[in-house]
DNA sequence: GAAACGTGGTA
DNA sequence: TTACCAAGTTT
């Protein structure tokens, strides 16, 4: 091999350049990316970020299509009201993201003319963009040469240099080894080719590395360790907590109450709870008088800190005139836009009546 | 740095 | 079945 004499980087031979020409190949086509030849649309760019944080890609596919024939632009989003767009998500999770994205879709409107900003710095003030998101859009949607680092390619790169320092103290580390690799150009095309090089081949489990691009530069795949890659930190115990949900039923319809803007499930439409505790809470706080049926039966639905066991009250009857609420018609509660734990439960307590 | 914050798929 | 995990952000 011919010594270089150039003072630029071979470009050529290098991770990213393998990368991007089997990325060329074997890109996934997905709802969110621009096709050959077009233009990346920012607001789609940042939508699917968004709906893809902690969420797979298959969960978003179909959430994503139906939000954008709703909401085709930034601006139609921004005028929309908070009540639809809470309801549009349900289902998703992480509400604090359906509440940010209103946010920032109007701060769009309002204080950048309608256009979103093109650098990592401006999009990083937006609500609900972080480090990862702010880079990727700025990288995907405008082509700035941001240093993208998700869960993928944490587990990408931590493998290729063998960083063998439990995640999370070896974030600073993986944040710079990427910042190496990353190249001038198409820095979006390679954040989206590490995500889905870690998604398809550089998995968690059965990394394939016998498919792999760039195993040629993979240390821990020399040294054999790449499936114990990247090491983490053990996770603490889920605690185990109580609760009960109430439904009140008059002329084939529910109450429904809408939850505290902050904290969990919030600004979300819900059935009526009372307390959720270390103990079962019975009817405390029960937003009508008895007489409460308790069906036998009850709900348990894992958060990502606790699970949580819901015991079924329902009466036939009106809510206490201090509960503030609404009326939803019980053939139509698939357009509330309960949350997942709350429409479990109503499919368990509509009908229980009879 | 640690905890809060949802849900559904996979092994 | 239990445990882990996914294109993270905010406090």
Known sequence: ?????????????????????????????????????????????????????????????????????????????????????????????????ARNLVKAARAVVAEHGGRFPSTEAGLRDLPGL????????????????????DANVERVVARLFAIQTPLPAARPAIREATDRITPDARAGDFAQAMMDLGSSICTVKK?????????????????GIAESLPAKAPKKARPYRHGTVFWIERKGQVWLVRRPDKGLLGGMRALPTGPWADERPGLTDAPAKGPWVMLNDTVVHGFTHFELELALARIDGEPAAS??????????????????????AADRLKGAGE
């Open 130 to 149: 972080g480090a990862y998101t702010a880079a990727a859009v700025a990288a995907i949607a405008f082509g700035e040469r941001a240093v993208v680092v």
């Open 1 to 97: 091999m011919d010594a270089k004499h150039s003072s630029s980087p071979d470009y050529s031979d290098s991770p990213a350049a393998r990368l991007l020409a089997w990325y060329d190949r074997h890109a996934r086509d997905l709802p969110w990316r621009a096709k050959a030849g077009e233009t990346p649309d920012p607001y789609r760019v940042w939508l699917s970020e968004v709906m893809l944080q902690q969420t797979t890609v298959a969960a978003v596919g179909p959430r994503f299509s139906a939000w954008v024939e709703r909401w085709p632009d930034v601006a139609s989003l921004a005028a929309a009201s908070d009540e639809d767009i809470m309801a549009a998500w349900a289902g998703l999770g992480y509400y604090a993201r």
């Open 207 to 223: 990394s394939q590395c016998l498919l792999c691009p760039i195993a040629v530069d993979c240390r821990a795949r020399a040294e």
């Open 323 to 344: 509960v503030a609420g609404e009326w939803w018609p019980i053939a139509d509660l698939g357009t509330a836009g309960l949350p997942t734990l709350f429409a479990r």
